[in-house]
């Protein structure tokens, strides 16, 4: 989150990706630093994922994700 602000601040589009469960701590924090990261969240948990599986959720995030990083 601190990487992602601070990025912002440095004029470098970025996004702050996580699982889904972090996103309400996420959005606290955000709130606690005075920004609005852009975000985007993935099915929960990370950890015990197939290649393919993890293939599979970065294809699904993929457009949402370019959309935020050039603010369409």
Known sequence: ????INLEILGVPSVFVASDVFEDGADQQAAALGSEAAAIYVPHPIQDRTDEEMRAIADDSFESL???LLDR
């Open 66 to 68: 370019c959309d935020l």
């Open 1 to 4: 989150m601190h990487d992602t």
